[in-house]
């Protein structure tokens, strides 16, 4: 994980209020995210992160589970990263 400056970890306990939704999936998938990829966005990026916060639950939940896609690019883009991010990695055997 990248350091993070004092502002960044202020944002960082602002956010990780902000991913209690109402859905536990969705809590512990953004949550899981902010600790293992948040610090490596760009200004853009986390820009669309607090953009795709906005989003209704069960419109997020669509887009993590692949029943919808994001219509904007930018959002597309930004679930698809937080997917891969917070995958589990696959036993090996």
Do not use: K, N
């Amino acid at each position: 994980m990248d350091a993070l400056s004092p502002e960044d970890v202020i944002e960082l306990r602002r956010l990780r209020w902000q991913c209690r939704r109402g859905m536990l999936e969705l809590d512990h998938l953004l949550d899981r995210f902010l600790d293992l990829g948040y610090a490596s966005l760009d200004a853009e990026r986390r820009e669309t992160f607090l953009r795709l916060l906005g989003e209704q639950d069960q419109r997020l939940s669509d887009w993590f589970m692949s029943r919808a896609v994001p219509p904007d690019e930018s959002l597309r883009d930004l679930v698809e990263h937080i997917v891969e991010t917070v995958r589990e990695p696959t036993p090996r055997g």
